[in-house]
């Protein structure tokens, strides 16, 4: 089955601490996006990559850093210099920046406390 | 500081109706436009999109109507179901620009369908 994983689906982390979201795909595809999605709000976009080795700040990358060594993974690590990072995480990829249908991962909820 | 308490519109229907969902979009330069579905706890799913030299495009039980005069856009789904409750959200971007596949996500609409 082609697809986007997200591990895990539920994630709780102490106040402080850093925490990487794993994102893999096996789709082949050259963009992966990473959005946080907070109750009643729609996407907002943290970090994309169009190729690998290459990624670009979103809208609300501070905080946050990503790595983008191989085509199929593209984790997120939330810092502990991310104020609320209490959030549905939701990874994404497309064909290309140029082809606009992304398709989601199931998210991870993170909870920090 | 964080919105909090923010209220996304909902639209309730009963099975077999039809449900109109809107979404208005602010940037005058977005010419192509995605609607996406989410169930509870889950990843968005693609419904439909429509690119802005058309004004209407149909999928399976769903339409999709852009008009770009009054920057509005929305989704009619047909004989809905239970299955189709959700939260329903638009997404736009400048397929022609050098936003390299950003797109913008509307706030949402939740759908309920009563049996």
């Known amino acids: 089955d082609g697809g986007i994983t997200q591990s895990p689906k539920y994630l709780f982390r102490k106040e402080g601490q850093n925490v990487t979201l794993s994102c893999e795909q096996n789709?082949?595809?050259?963009?992966m996006y990473w959005y946080r999605q907070d109750p009643g709000q729609g996407l907002r976009l943290i970090y994309y990559?169009?190729?690998?080795?290459?990624?670009q700040k979103g809208d609300i990358a501070e905080g946050y850093s990503v790595s983008r060594e191989k085509k199929e993974s593209f984790p997120l690590t939330v810092t502990s210099a991310q104020k609320n990072p209490t959030a549905f995480y939701l990874c994404?990829?497309?064909?290309?920046?140029?082809?606009?249908?992304?398709?989601f991962g199931p998210g991870t909820r993170l909870t920090v406390t | 500081g964080e919105n909090v308490g923010l209220h996304l519109p909902t639209l309730s229907v009963q099975e077999g109706d039809n449900s109109i969902i809107n979404c208005a979009y602010s940037?005058?330069?977005?010419?192509?436009f995605i609607w996406y579905k989410q169930e509870s706890g889950k990843g968005p799913q693609f419904i439909i999109d429509?690119?802005?030299?058309?004004d209407k495009r149909q999928g399976q039980r769903v339409t999709v109507l852009l008009n770009k005069t009054v920057k509005h856009l929305s989704l009619q789904i047909a004989a809905t179901q239970p299955g189709d409750s959700a939260v329903y959200f638009c997404?736009?971007?400048?397929?022609?620009?050098?936003?390299?596949?950003?797109?913008?996500f509307g706030q949402g609409t939740i759908l309920t369908v009563h049996p």
């Open positions: 994404a990829s497309s064909i290309s920046t140029g082809n606009y249908e992304q398709y």
């Open positions: 789709l082949n595809h050259d963009a």
């Open positions: 990559s169009q190729i690998v080795n290459d990624f």
């Open positions: 940037n005058s330069a977005s010419d192509y």
């Open positions: 429509i690119r802005s030299n058309m």
């Open positions: 997404a736009e971007t400048n397929a022609g620009g050098t936003s390299y596949g950003k797109l913008t």
